[in-house]
């Protein structure tokens, strides 16, 4: 019997450290260090929430950029790969009807981005390379300049720690379609 209390105490012990204390400590530190990360880093506009930086959304209509494709969805709730094989046929078609869809051609091939999906399905970013591609398409539906869109494309390319190890730059695209939005 000794033996049973001494586990339920452990367990006790254990449960309050590892659910509540550690949980809270992180959350305070998360609030008072990064805040904006806390909440969600979420985007409002015009007093409602349109979404979060660190979330893709799906953009289908051409006048919008287009994020990377997602396996699944863009659901937040459902974040992973697709566990596709880089020679699984299934991915090969998907790549390939993507590509047919954004215009590449033998002369003009599409960066990898745009057809591959990220290892989450999640990612909020494409690579200023995928974004400009876009600008053609994007400039025609809107009836905007494509040297205003470069601009745009450029005033949105995040610095971030990527580019210090020899990452590509990239652009947020929620971020990059709501400037587009208050542009126009």
Known sequence: MKDIVTTLRLMGVTLLICCIAYPAVIL????????ASAQG????RDGRIVGSSRIAQAF???SYFWPRPSAVDYAADAAGGSN???VSARLTERAQQIAVRVGATAKRPVPADLVA????????????AAARYQVGRVA???GLDRAALYALIDEHTEQGWTRAIGGAPVVNVLELNLALDRIQ
């Open 117 to 128: 999906a990220s290892g989450s399905g999640l990612d909020p970013h494409i690579t200023t």
């Open 60 to 62: 289908v209509e051409d």
């Open 84 to 86: 596709l094989s880089p």
């Open 41 to 44: 880093s979420l985007i409002e």
């Open 28 to 35: 305070a530190f998360a609030r008072i260090g990064v805040p």
């Open 140 to 142: 025609g539906a809107r």
